[in-house]
């Protein structure tokens, strides 16, 4: 069996030393090995009518150079993986020359190529869809998904045309939804409430006890989601470290007191409860209740009830299609997807997405008019 695949891998270094040297016919068997592979990007990505065009346009890029793409070969592994490799990227950057020709072919064939990659992302970054529940302010995976569609469009897609040409455009792309997710992840926990303890703790720390505590991530994927300001990730020790500190820092306020003056355990999901603890809680918290949060409460409460009513009546001053849009993503049971929407409003899913941002945008800005920006947020 290995020397089968040696066989198979010393063939395909060879194979491309002669494609490259201009050997008879090298091209050619070049093209007949490879091109069901490089035509199964094109027809999975690209309307069946212009696949043929964008195969050709594939090859060029295979020859471009001189053959720079195949002269990076070295016959460690299969050349149709490396190609795998490759021709995705090629593909992924031809289709940032589309944007700029055909926006809305180019959105389409985009979201196909990278739908799998940022449902991926969302997921390392969102654990708590995989156990089917929701964001704290009744997001889905879905409205997340489309949120980041939203600001990928956003500006005649600003963040994907400053692709500057270093490096991987899929990686560069997938750097991006990985950043956006991060921003929607702290601006869902900007309204949840940090122990003291953990406060006291450095950044690094504190941002495991949110990872752990709070959205509930594996310790073993700490290493992956957690990186520094200038985009490295922390080593194992550094990782490892912080979440022992905010172990101990946790357990050093193990015991609470009750409104009524009683003592009792306070556990979360960092904390080790033994076999006679009776109570287990998913998040620490804060176990006093004083008239003044009580008061706050329902300040909170009317506010929320004013946005809503306002809201309703922003709602009916939106144009025919976005009042429509809104009642058909947020109004059905169970909530319709954006290509569902654009099969029923007889639009893409480009112009869905563009649908969306205006609407919402709306909504938002009509919610601070009366000073309840706070409200719009948790609202829309």
């Known amino acids: 069996m290995e020397t089968r695949q040696e066989n198979e891998e010393t063939g395909d270094l060879a194979l491309v030393h002669e494609v490259i040297r201009?050997?008879?016919?090298?091209?050619?068997?070049?093209?007949?090995?490879?091109?069901?592979?490089?035509?199964?990007?094109c027809h999975l990505i690209f309307p069946s009518e212009s696949a043929g065009d964008e195969y050709l346009n594939i090859?060029?890029?295979?020859?471009?150079?001189?053959?720079?793409?195949?002269?990076?070969?070295?016959?460690?592994?299969k050349l149709s993986t490396y190609l795998t490799l490759k021709i995705g990227d090629v593909v992924a950057t031809r289709l940032l020359s589309l944007l700029s020709e055909d926006p809305e072919r180019a959105w389409r064939a985009f979201e196909c190529f990278f739908k799998n990659d940022i449902n991926r992302i969302i997921a390392k970054q969102f654990p708590c869809f995989a156990k089917h529940e929701t964001l704290d302010d009744g997001s889905s995976r879905e409205d997340v998904y489309q949120e980041i569609c939203v600001l990928l469009i956003d500006q005649g897609y600003r963040r994907i045309m400053s692709y500057d040409g270093?490096?991987?455009?899929?990686?560069?792309?997938?750097?991006?939804?990985?950043?956006?997710?991060?921003?929607?992840?702290r601006k869902t926990e900007g309204r949840r409430r940090v122990p003291e303890k953990i406060l006291q703790l450095s950044a690094l720390e504190q941002e495991v006890f949110k990872l752990l505590d709070w959205r509930g991530c594996a310790e073993q994927d700490l290493f992956t989601i957690l990186s520094n300001e200038k985009g490295n990730q922390y080593s194992a020790d550094q990782v490892e470290q912080a979440t022992i500190r905010v172990r101990e820092a946790l357990s050093a306020r193990r015991w609470g007191y009750n409104r009524y003056g009683g003592e009792r355990p306070i556990f979360s999901s960092l904390t080790s409860p033994t076999e006679q603890s009776p109570v287990k809680e998913t998040e620490v918290a804060d176990l006093e209740s004083i008239p003044e949060k009580e008061l706050i409460a329902a300040e909170e409460k009317t506010a929320q009830e004013r946005a809503l009513a306002r809201l309703q009546q922003a709602l009916e001053e939106l144009p025919p299609d976005e009042r429509l849009y809104i009642r058909l993503r947020y109004y059905t049971t169970p909530a319709k997807s954006p290509r569902e929407i654009a099969c029923l409003m007889g639009r893409s899913e480009h112009e869905i997405y563009k649908i969306h941002q205006k609407a919402t945008a709306k909504l938002k800005a009509a919610l601070k008019a009366k000073e309840l920006g706070k409200i719009s947020e948790m609202s829309v």
């Open 166 to 185: 270093r490096g991987s455009f899929t990686g560069y792309i997938r750097r991006i939804v990985q950043n956006l997710c991060m921003d929607l992840v």
């Open 59 to 77: 090859l060029s890029r295979v020859r471009a150079e001189d053959f720079a793409i195949l002269r990076a070969f070295n016959g460690r592994a």
């Open 22 to 41: 201009g050997a008879d016919g090298a091209w050619e068997q070049f093209v007949g090995r490879h091109s069901k592979l490089i035509y199964s990007f």
